[in-house]
């Protein structure tokens, strides 16, 4: 694969999943680029429990998959201080952050690049562990993609993901739905399609990754509070314009768009504390070795 330098927007190799493409290099990866800080505090405290749980050692090789802005392949970098970290997405806003993080932050033993995992030619076995915060979940054919990813890691190579339980688990979601389902018409969720929830049921979880090659899959409960913002006026910014809830806002006429706003407010208000706003959330610490 080429080299993307910064801001490089030359062809790519193959993206079999072209919806989650369009996705992250549409509004939703603006957003996320344009928020970077704000979504790196609200996962912040997810990512340790991720670190724990890959057990990177020093010398080894590690594959960020959705790495995004690159914060969790940064961290993963500097536990293999003398080994290398690569982080894949398929986001150039993000990727463009990534890199410049990475420089930033003076690590010469990381890099990123523009891959579809489902489908990149990863040279076969040569990563020790795979890692991801909240990056799985979006793959158009999963058995596929983890088939691929294992393919990738050397002989009982590992891999240590975050996903989300449930959305009624998650306090953040039910917080955010609630406030607007008053308003406007809340979609049902396909639990099984690309998508945050879609590796919410363990057993799938665990059936997906047996069938892609792994075993000794362990999925473990791992819960946090999130971070929506500082103050209710840096959440209300934040949240107003995340996917979900700028979608169902889309097409409102103003006085319903305004009404549902103020339910949000009042929501974000009542989580307010000296912290910040921080709500609920609950998520699945996964890990399996290549079989």
């Known amino acids: 694969m080429p080299d993307m330098t910064p801001g490089s927007k030359c062809p790519s190799p ?3 999943n072209t919806e989650q493409d369009e996705v992250w290099n549409g509004d939703d990866g603006r957003h996320w680029a344009a928020n970077r800080e704000r979504y790196d505090a609200m996962l912040a405290r997810y990512t340790p429990h991720l670190l724990e749980a890959a057990e990177i050692s020093p010398r080894e090789r590690v594959l960020d998959i959705g790495c995004g802005a690159g914060v969790t392949t940064c961290a993963a970098a500097r536990t293999a201080r003398s080994g290398e970290a690569l982080g894949v997405d398929l986001s150039w806003p993000l990727l463009d952050q990534a890199r410049e993080r990475a420089e930033r932050e003076g690590q010469d033993n990381v890099r990123f690049e523009r891959a579809d995992a489902q489908v990149h030619s990863f040279p076969e076995a040569s990563f020790d562990v795979a ?3 909240f990056g799985v979940m979006f793959f158009a054919d999963p ?3 983890f088939t691929n990813i294992a393919r990738s890691l050397a002989p009982r190579g590992r891999v240590a993901f975050l996903c989300w339980q449930q959305p009624m688990e998650n306090e953040w979601i039910v917080t955010l739905g609630a406030a607007l389902a008053a308003h406007v018409e809340i979609p ?3 639990e099984d399609g690309p998508g945050p929830f879609s590796l919410a049921e363990p057993e799938r979880a665990r059936s997906l990754l047996e069938e892609a090659g792994f075993d000794e899959v362990a999925i473990d409960p791992a819960q946090e509070p999130v ?3 500082a103050d209710v006026a840096e ?4 949240t107003e314009d995340m996917g979900p809830v700028r979608y169902l806002l ?3 006429d103003p006085a319903t768009r305004a009404r549902a706003l103020g339910s949000l407010r009042e929501a974000l208000t009542s989580h307010a504390t000296e912290d910040g706003v921080r709500v609920g959330s ?3 610490l996964v890990t399996a070795r290549r079989a």
Not at 235 to 238: Q, S
């Open 14 to 16: 193959d993206v079999a």
């Open 131 to 133: 890692i991801s915060r």
């Open 143 to 145: 058995v596929a993609a």
């Open 188 to 190: 049902t969720m396909d």
């Open 227 to 229: 971070s929506l913002g």
């Open 235 to 238: 959440a209300m910014a934040f």
């Open 250 to 252: 889309a097409e409102v």
């Open 282 to 284: 609950a998520a699945w």
